[in-house]
């Protein structure tokens, strides 16, 4: 995946914590790292969902840095170019519904679009804190499964981390390298003390 400006994330050099910040820092000092020794493994994440992203570390750190600088402003104008209505950050994209949805859409007060805005304002305020949880949980696997896949009592970890017992999940990952048990801590502590 490609990084986003508005995001924050770190890097690992095997086990190793290298670096965390938003991706131009991340960046910057991953490519210092690789001068030293360019055969060096870095994985990249996003701290809130755990997916890896890449960045073309070809060139100088000013050569990285601007590349990065030339996608989130294409990122930006693509963003605020769509359909819609840009200034309130509206995006026209297509929604299939059955045809008595449409008519009972319709019939509400403000029509199918605001209708469909409440309806989802509805559901995220109700669903909040087990859209956080299940966040958190699909966050922290991914990051384990990555880094800590291969370590022991990795699925032991990711038992106690779905059934919500925070000491059980501490005690599994105690043994880890430091830096990696402190990043999957970090990500399921949403999950886990709730």
Partial sequence: MEPKADRQYTAFADSKKIARGDAIEVATKVKNILKNDPKTQVLIFDNLTSNQIEIDFRGTSENVIRRLEELFLEADITKKSGPGRPKLGVTAKEVTLLPDHWEWLARQPGGASV?????????????????????????????????????????????????????KFEKMIAEWPKDIREHVWVLAEKALCR
Avoid at 134 to 140: D, F, V
Avoid at 142 to 149: E, I, S
């Fill in 115 to 167: 209708t469909l805005r409440r309806l989802v304002e509805d559901a995220k305020k109700k669903n909040q804190a087990k859209d956080l949880l299940r966040q958190a949980q699909e966050a922290t696997h991914k990051f384990m499964t990555a880094m800590a896949g291969d370590l022991p009592q990795y699925e032991e970890a990711l038992r106690a981390l779905y059934a919500g017992e925070a000491k």
